[in-house]
């Protein structure tokens, strides 16, 4: 299945992705897998990293997701920062 094309995020939606690894704190995350559907995990974010132009995050179970498919990361909406999407 090709990958849509990367929508970066806002940088402040970043930080809260920043400041919830640096805690090391397990929060729910909401995210649509590559096949379209709808995932939801408690985890601890591993690592927040770029490759080819396209930013992940890593779970502490292993698992990268694209940044753009998050929904939700401890209750906070994506789609509440899509105003400004420099990062």
């Given amino acids: 299945m090709p990958s849509e094309p990367y929508q970066p995020i806002s940088c402040e939606f970043h930080d809260v992705l920043e400041s919830l690894a640096t805690k090391a704190r397990r929060a729910p995350v ?6 379209g559907t709808r ?6 974010i591993a690592d927040l990293f770029g490759r080819d132009g396209v930013e992940y995050m890593t ?12 929904v939700t990361v401890d209750g906070v909406k994506l789609a509440d920062f899509q105003g400004g999407v420099e990062g």
């Fill in 59 to 70: 779970l502490d179970s292993g698992e990268s997701i694209r940044l753009d498919r998050i």
């Fill in 30 to 35: 909401v995210y649509v897998g590559d096949d």
């Fill in 39 to 44: 995932h939801e995990v408690s985890a601890v």
